[in-house]
């Protein structure tokens, strides 16, 4: 599957701007991590922007990420990407052995926190969004109380990058595309 046709894809079953934005924060994030590593820019970063496309279809852990899986093996989309995807999801059980299981774990929730956080700045960017910034909200546990701050420091810890470094790389992952999110704000680049 091209990133073409996986886009068509979280189109056709994604009608939410915000869980697309969510995808496509975490296909930069995993675009960044496999340039830093060296592995399939292409194949990770499909998982990425594959991992919830179902969510909207089936927004349970009974049926999410499951469920969708064999949607995507109608569409082509490989096996290994399939089980990548499905990793991504806790409730599954599934080893996190590989480093691309471990990046998508990591990249997936910390998007949120961020994203969160530019859009409470005064800019409403990504352009002079910092870690630092990123490590102020996170210690009042009320700002973006859905996220999982936990879950966020072990998946770094698994994935073998520190936490704040974890998040600098993802905000500058985010930034690359940070028209497509609409976190540019008032910030000329």
Known sequence: MTRDEALALVREFVKNEGLVRHMLSVEAAMRFYAEKYGEDVEQWGLIG???DFDWEIHPTLEEHPQAGAPMLRERGVSEEIIQDILSHADHMGMPRDTLRRK???ACDEV???ITAVALVRPSRSLYDLE???VKKKWKDKAFA???N???MEHAA???GVELWEHVG????????IAPDLDLVGNIQK
């Open 145 to 147: 109380a859905g996220t």
């Open 103 to 105: 990046a998508i774990a």
């Open 157 to 159: 810890r698994e994935f």
């Open 149 to 151: 701050r936990e879950e």
């Open 49 to 51: 922007l594959l991992h």
């Open 169 to 176: 790389n993802v905000i500058q992952a985010m930034r690359r």
């Open 111 to 113: 998007t949120g926190l």
């Open 131 to 133: 870690a630092s910034s």
